[in-house]
């Protein structure tokens, strides 16, 4: 790389999502979902209205599949199924209806009909302030734009010169969608840099996929970095250096050699038990949300699916699938894990985004709204076809269940004597289940873990859910700019539940797991195996990591750690605590 010495080298800070290090010039876009001119058809051209609508629609599908196929061959994992998901989205009946009808009834152009839909979801969407669901509206953005775009004759194959310019380059926009990353010319796009995202959107989950290294949450990167400014993008940290001096530049290549050789030999520990240096077992298992990731969970050495989430597949079209659909699903899964458990999580999701019954008005605090088990317990009807079909697929495979957002032992009861209602007509009718079945629950509120010992005795497992623990325990929306440095997964209020959790679990003799983003973070497995965590659930792609850092701990010194961060007065104590054994036992793998 070239570099310019009579500029001061510059550090910014963004949010890293994909590992690794880039250097080169920059190269900046910007772009945005354009709305469509919008014009009167007459009556004899709706028929051909609704063709090119067709028509865009099938030229979509077949990029769309493409893409997938690319993604599948590069990446040799479940990333590409991201792209089944945009395929759902495009192929939704319920949206092409509306699209049809408007065409046929307002007697407006199909572009700007198919827009005027898609931005009706989009708004819906984002206004659900769920920010697993929210991520999708991305996704729904990103097969619109593709789509309006084949409304053109001209062939597209999304590869624009303004996201893939001739000359190496990292790119710098104001956001990306999953299928602009897809697309990128890795030959040429050495990373990029965007104002928005997270690290769970799609598109830093491609980026990661496809060893794209990669930063997001970069404000005004698109007004403050130039073109062809010299840059170093660190994946690890998220740092981005501007002009960088030789020195540098020296150091920065040595750490990008290192980490490499890391990387590989993590793939050699996927057979290997989990378990700490004198033995402590832990069950490793990933967190999934469609079942045709099954493959790769086996792939990645998971132990089972710890967290199995419904909501895509419910609320993805414009009704919740009957019985018989989604036991086919969960069959599937059962199936594919055997014979590792699976456990499905009941609908986690607001109310507000049930297809049959949209809510009229916003909630004024969705969070503390109409959401999770609460949903379910007002609707008997939905709530028993899905248990029916989790018992049904109890019979072909190890399934639990477990229930979201309990914050009282009556939630917990009267969601258990539905389920008892669900066997005792099963068995009524002859259809075989898992009588056995395991059944748990989220632990997700202070009141939860205030209450886990008399919780305990009614449930064979816990699972916590740590995001949003933490969030309701220190009162902070993680999204809010505001406040977001307040949510600290050491927070000592927080800390101190998990080991409450724990310790309620043990004396009713049953298991604890941890499945939010805090079991996916290695500078707190320390923590985490130390307050007598017996299960971790993850995405695939953390799985090595967190597998080899349990590997390199001592149960003993995690231990004795635990109990010096439950007597710790601030986060950053409890922090350093962690950070530093997993320093000492695997630097390697601190970002």
């Not at 019954?357 to 959401?371: C, H, K, S």
Request: charged share 25%; with cysteine.
């Amino acid at each position: 790389m070239s570099v310019d010495h009579s500029l001061k080298e510059t550090i910014i800070q963004g949010t890293a999502v994909s590992p690794g290090i880039a250097f080169g010039p920059v190269h900046v876009i910007a772009r945005g979902m354009i709305a469509p001119e919008v014009y009167e058809i007459s009556p004899d051209h709706v028929d051909y209205e609704i063709s090119r609508f067709q028509d865009a629609i099938a030229k979509t599908k077949s990029q769309l599949s493409g893409i997938q196929k690319k993604i599948e061959d590069i990446s040799k994992n479940q990333d590409a199924l991201i792209f089944e998901a945009h395929l759902m989205i495009l192929e939704d009946k319920s949206l092409i209806n509306k699209v049809i009808d408007s065409i046929q009834n307002l007697h407006q152009n199909a572009e700007h009909a198919y827009y005027a839909v898609v931005q009706t979801y989009c708004e819906a969407i984002r206004r659900m302030n769920d920010s697993y669901l929210a991520e999708r509206a991305t996704d729904i953005d990103d097969v619109a734009q593709r789509v309006i775009r084949n409304f053109s004759t001209a062939d597209d194959e999304h590869k624009s010169p303004e996201l893939n310019p001739e000359h190496q380059h990292i790119i710098v926009a104001y956001d990306l969608t999953p299928s602009d990353t897809a697309t990128i010319d890795r030959q040429k796009s050495l990373g990029f840099i965007t104002e928005q995202g997270s690290v769970n959107s799609h598109t830093a989950i491609l980026s990661r996929s496809l060893g794209i290294p990669a930063i997001v949450g970069l404000e005004n990167a698109v007004m403050n970095i130039k073109t062809l400014t010299t840059i170093i993008l660190d994946g690890y940290t998220g740092q981005v250096i501007l002009n960088p001096e030789i020195a540098t530049v020296t150091k920065y290549r040595e750490i990008q050699r290192k980490k490499q050789l890391i990387e590989s030999d993590l793939d050699e520990l996927k057979e290997r038990k989990t378990q700490t240096t004198d033995g402590r077992l832990i069950t490793l298992s990933a967190n999934i949300e469609f079942s045709n990731e099954l493959k790769y969970v086996e792939k990645s050495g998971a132990a089972g699916v710890g967290l199995f989430r419904t909501e895509f597949y419910l609320l993805k079209s414009g009704e919740i699938p009957d019985e018989n659909r989604q036991t086919r699903v969960y069959t599937e899964v059962a199936k594919g894990t055997l014979p590792h458990q699976t456990i499905i999580r009941t609908l986690d999701a607001g109310g507000d985004k049930l297809p049959a019954e949209p809510l009229t008005e916003a909630e004024p605090n969705p969070f503390l709204g109409w959401r999770g088990i609460r949903v379910s317990l007002s609707r008997v009807a939905m709530f028993k076809d899905q248990l029916k079909a989790i018992l049904r697929a109890s019979a072909h495979g190890n399934l639990g269940v477990m229930f979201p957002l309990i914050s009282a032992l009556k939630e917990l009861l009267r969601a258990k004597d539905i389920l008892k209602e669900c066997m005792d007509e099963l068995a009524a009718a002859n259809i075989p289940f898992d009588p056995e079945i395991e059944v748990g629950m989220m632990i997700e509120v202070p009141s939860a873990a205030l209450m886990a010992d008399e919780l305990g005795r009614h449930v064979d497992f816990f699972s916590i859910g740590t995001n949003d623990l933490i969030q309701y325990t220190t009162a902070v929306d993680r999204v809010n700019k505001n406040v977001s440095m307040l949510y600290k997964p050491t927070n000592p209020g927080v800390v101190r539940l998990i080991h409450m959790t724990v310790q309620a679990a043990r004396a009713n003799g049953i298991w604890t797991g941890v499945c939010g983003e805090m079991a996916s973070d290695v500078s707190l497995t320390p923590l985490l195996v130390g307050l007598g965590i017996d299960e971790m659930s993850v995405g695939t792609h953390q799985l090595p990591k967190i597998k080899k850092a349990v590997r390199s701990l001592d149960y003993n010194d995690c231990k004795e750690l635990a109990n010096k961060a439950l007597n710790c007065r601030f986060s950053s104590e409890i922090f350093n605590l962690s950070n530093n054994m997993a320093k000492e036992c695997y630097n390697e793998l601190i970002d």
